[in-house]
């Protein structure tokens, strides 16, 4: 009787070519970030190189913040908007400022949002995140 072929494992690793410098959500709680090994107590906004602390603790207060001095040279392709703990509309007034500067601004609840960028900035993509913590 012929014997059964043995299936052999194969590993795959993925290490992604993430360009020094470039800051990643490590971790998140609740109302917590952690960025470049810094614990971080507030809403956040995040691109590959700079992280902003923001004084925000609803949605509406995001909308009081401009958009634009957050930019560098180069304005990201897209910005996910972590709502919280729940998935939430964004106010108009954040849709609007994002929209006049040619920004997709993507909701989704926080978890979401802080993987979604990490992914995407991985991939080299020029993404953003901002992002209320968990309350």
């Known amino acids: 009787m012929a014997e059964a072929p ?64 957050w930019f560098g040279d180069t304005p990201p392709e897209i910005v996910f908007l972590g709502t919280g703990a729940r998935m939430d509309m964004a106010p108009k007034a954040l849709r609007e400022k994002f929209g006049a500067l040619g920004v997709a601004l993507e909701p989704m609840d926080t978890g979401a949002a802080a993987r979604t960028y990490n992914v995407l900035l991985i991939e080299g993509r020029r993404v953003a995140a901002l992002m209320l913590p968990n309350t």
């Open 6 to 69: 043995k299936h052999r494992r194969e590993s795959i690793v993925f290490e992604p070519e993430l360009a020094q410098g470039s800051l990643l959500v490590e971790g998140y709680g609740q109302g917590y970030f952690r960025v470049a090994g810094r614990r971080i107590a507030s809403a956040i906004y995040l691109e590959a190189r700079v992280v902003r602390e923001l004084d925000a603790a609803t949605l509406e207060d995001l909308g009081d913040f401009d958009p634009q001095t």
